[in-house]
T-cell receptor, first 114, second 114 residues
C-alpha cells in the first residue's frame, strides 16, 4: 500500500526561526503532492500543491516546498515562522491510477513560541 | 457559496446507537469523500463517491455506510456505533485539476461513542 511519512511529530520553534518539515512518500509512479494546514479548531486548508514543472512550489503565507524525485521527498519550508503559524501540518499524496484519493501522512504539530 | 457544510459539529452516542453525519457542498463538485482523523494517524479515507449513485470503499470502511443520491449530499451512516469510532470526521469535496484532486474540507464532526 502507498504511504506517506512525516518524521517530525511535534516541532517547537521560537518566532523568526526557520522551519523545515519532512515528508517522504513510497514509490508509486507519478504523484501529485500537497501540504495542508489545520489551525486549532478549524478544518484543513490547502497550503500548496505540486503537479508538475518547477519542483520548487510556493504557497500561501510564505510557505514553500521542494519536490525531490530521487529522494521521494516533498519538504515544507518557511524562512521565518510566526506565532500564527502554530498548527498541524499534513503532507498528502495522490498516486497515478488512484488520482482521486489522497493518502495523508500522520501530521506534524508545529508550536511557535512568541 | 458556503463550501462544504457538515452537521452536527459535536455528537455523543452510546454504544450500539445509530446516527447519520450530514455533508453538503454547493460547489457542484463531482467527487466527495469522508475521512476520520485520529491522533498520530493523520486522515484515513472511509468512503468516497465519484458522482451521484456511485460510491466506493476507502481504507477504513468497516462500520460505515454511505449513499449519494444527489451531487450535493453525501451522508455517512453509523449503523451500530462502537467506541473505536470515536474520532473527528471530515467530509471533503473536490474538482479535478491536471488529473488530480483539489479537495475542500468541511469543519468536521467530533464524535464520541461511550
Amino acid at each position: 500500500a502507498q504511504s506517506v511519512s512525516q518524521h517530525n511529530h511535534h516541532v517547537i520553534l521560537s518566532e523568526a526561526a526557520s522551519l523545515e518539515l519532512g515528508c517522504n512518500y513510497s514509490y508509486g509512479g507519478t504523484v501529485n503532492l500537497f501540504w495542508y494546514v489545520q489551525y486549532p479548531g478549524q478544518h484543513l486548508q490547502l497550503l500548496l500543491k505540486y503537479f508538475s514543472g518547477d519542483p520548487l512550489v510556493k504557497g500561501i503565507k510564505g510557505f514553500e516546498a521542494e519536490f525531490i524525485k530521487s529522494k521521494f521527498s516533498f519538504n515544507l519550508r518557511k524562512p521565518s515562522v510566526q506565532w500564527s503559524d502554530t498548527a498541524e501540518y499534513f503532507c498528502a499524496v495522490t498516486y497515478s491510477g488512484s488520482a482521486r484519493q489522497l493518502t495523508f501522512g500522520s501530521g506534524t504539530q508545529l508550536t511557535v513560541l512568541p | 457559496n458556503a463550501g462544504v457544510t457538515q452537521t452536527p459539529k459535536f455528537q455523543v452516542l452510546k454504544t450500539g446507537q445509530s446516527m447519520t453525519l450530514q455533508c453538503a457542498q454547493d460547489m457542484n463538485h463531482e467527487y466527495m469523500s469522508w475521512y476520520r482523523q485520529d491522533p498520530g494517524m493523520g486522515l484515513r479515507l472511509i468512503h468516497y463517491s465519484v458522482g451521484a449513485g456511485i460510491t466506493d470503499q476507502g481504507e477504513v470502511p468497516n462500520g460505515y455506510n454511505v449513499s449519494r443520491s444527489t451531487t450535493e449530499d453525501f451522508p455517512l451512516r453509523l449503523l451500530s456505533a462502537a467506541p473505536s469510532q470515536t474520532s473527528v470526521y471530515f467530509c471533503a469535496s473536490s474538482y479535478s485539476e491536471a488529473g488530480s484532486n483539489i479537495q475542500y474540507f468541511g469543519a468536521g464532526t467530533r464524535l464520541s461513542v461511550l
